[in-house]
């Protein structure tokens, strides 16, 4: 199946580790993806609407609060209401968490980055991330 077959995306943020790691899984898997570095391009309030919506995510359970203004813009409190939040993540893009990654079998917040492999149809037997640990996929469905 080719690359135009079996499409893949991942919104990118390349200062991220597990991002770093997740791109070079599906790389390692025989896959060249679409990378979108969604801190260059923004989001559209659609386009998140239907990432949260396929991944099966609220947008408070799709929101970073390590590294980002979510605390000092006060989206961490219960009382915030999902539009809040939508509205914060289109005028700040690095609040939502990352990296999310699209494929004919869904989409998905790749946390742990192993995670990727239940949306492709073909990976590597293992893989070493940047951190040095080997993940085994050879008995993973």
């Known amino acids: ?3 135009s077959e079996f499409p893949v995306v991942i919104y990118h943020n390349p200062n991220c ?3 770093r790691n997740v791109l070079a899984m599906v790389r390692a898997a025989g896959y060249e993806p679409t990378v979108i570095e969604y801190l260059r391009t923004g989001w559209t ?3 998140l609407r ?3 919506s396929e991944a099966g995510l609220t947008f408070r359970q799709l929101m970073r609060t390590r590294g980002t203004p979510a605390e000092e813009l006060g989206l961490t409190a219960d009382d915030v209401s999902e539009a809040r939040i939508l509205e914060a ?3 700040h ?3 939502v968490n990352r990296p999310l990654v699209v494929t004919p079998r869904g989409v998905k917040l790749c946390r742990p980055s192993e995670v990727v492999f239940d949306l492709l149809d073909r990976r590597p037997a293992s893989f070493t991330k940047e951190d040095g640990e080997v993940v085994d996929l050879s008995a993973r469905p």
């Open 1 to 3: 199946m080719s690359d």
């Open 17 to 19: 580790g597990t991002s």
């Open 45 to 47: 309030p659609e386009q």
């Open 50 to 52: 239907d990432l949260a």
């Open 89 to 91: 993540m289109v005028a």
């Open 93 to 95: 893009p690095i609040l």
